[in-house]
């Protein structure tokens, strides 16, 4: 094996032109913002050295530090995203059935009536609800996998924990 090279274009410059290659990646995140092949390349392989697992990565590393840390931005931010024509809701064998994690709710005769019922209920014991010909169901678990529908709605509640960094006088590397 020859000497490692600093960057993966380095290693695919340093084996241009000589025949198949293979360039061997250790463990952890490699960090490009691009590598540049050509047709002399179509017979290079990149691969994780045995045994290891690397990564590769387009990004930018960021390096908080104490002086610098993650702060809060906003915290437990609850909003509710209606999904129109879409059912996130398996179809019951009975209507009005309760089968976990899928709960009736009730009857309404609005999406928007199932989905205010939905949210006054508590969104500690749904994740989503999906309305259809007048049934209102809830979701207990975190599941979303709608399907296509258009008799039906679904609403979904998503929770987020938005945090911050401070990158400014940080360079890449």
């Not at 960057?7 to 360039?23: H, L, N």
Request: aromatic share 10%; hydrophobic share 40%.
């Amino acid at each position: 094996p020859e000497a490692p090279y600093g960057t993966i274009q380095a290693a695919v410059d340093g084996v241009r032109g000589k025949g198949p290659a293979t360039i061997l990646l250790r463990e952890g995140t490699h960090y490009t913002d691009g590598v540049v092949l050509g047709v002399e390349s179509s017979d290079l392989v990149i691969q994780s050295y045995d045994g290891e697992r690397a990564t590769i990565a387009g990004g930018v590393p960021l390096h908080p530090s104490a002086a610098a840390p993650w702060t809060p931005h906003r915290r437990f931010n609850r909003t509710f995203t209606l999904h129109p024509g879409m059912r996130n809701v398996a179809p019951t064998t009975a209507p009005n059935a309760t089968a976990a994690p899928t709960v009736y709710l009730g009857a309404y005769p609005t999406a928007d009536a199932c989905f205010a019922a939905g949210r006054a209920n508590g969104t500690a014991s749904y994740a989503s609800w999906t309305w259809k010909a007048g049934e209102c169901y809830g979701v207990t678990n975190a599941n979303w996998a709608p399907v296509v529908d258009a008799a039906a709605a679904s609403m979904r509640v998503e929770w987020q924990n938005v945090w911050a960094l401070n990158v400014s006088g940080q360079n890449a590397g």
